[in-house]
């Protein structure tokens, strides 16, 4: 966990990035750090297996997350990843979390919250192709049309504030495009009903 100085001028909370892998989160993260400095946080394990254990593990990381945010209302948290990866790749680990009640609930608390989530999505065939010029420990080709589908089907159905961003492209253009949306959240008055609601939540 990398701890940094939140510049920021507006109350935003949370910025998640999530995507497939091969997606160029981490390129974009760095990116996105320089801009808006703040503590950047990463669960490095993942369940291993279908058990109970393993998926009450992950729930557990989130909770922490969650908890931490909350506990820290004048910082601003960067996720690389977070619940819609397990929503994802739930059925490489043998089981279908797509529509697991405890991590929908968990989506429903972090909209409570000043956020923006950010879908990278690439072509399939452009992950395809950094699958050909670098093999990848989590996916490979077969797994690349369903996480895409269930990635998408995910993305249109959550009530979070979200953008989907084409991470083929340049990366001051999509910082850009981020900026735009983060304005127009300000502008909108998104941030003050976030924080209005935020406290009439949890008075």
Known sequence: MKKTLNKTKNKLRVIIVDGIDKSGKSTFIDLLSKEYRGILMKITDRPLDSSE??????????SLIL????????????????????MAYSFKRGYEAINDPWLLETEKILSILPHLMIH??????????????????????????DLFKRYQT??????????????????????????????????????????????????
């Open 53 to 62: 254990k393993e998926r009450n593990k992950i729930k557990n990381y989130y």
């Open 67 to 86: 908890g931490i945010i909350m506990q820290n209302p004048h910082e601003l948290f960067i996720l690389d990843r977070f619940i819609w990866s397990e």
């Open 120 to 145: 990278l999505s690439p072509l399939e065939e452009i992950i395809r192709y950094r699958l050909e010029q670098e093999e990848d420990e989590h996916i490979n080709q077969d797994d690349v049309s």
């Open 154 to 203: 995910i993305f249109d159905r959550s009530p979070l504030n979200k953008i989907q961003v084409d991470s083929s492209q340049d990366g001051e253009k999509m910082l850009k495009i981020i900026k735009n949306k983060l304005n127009k959240n300000e502008h909108s008055g998104y941030i003050k009903r976030q924080l209005k609601q935020l406290q009439f939540d949890f008075r």
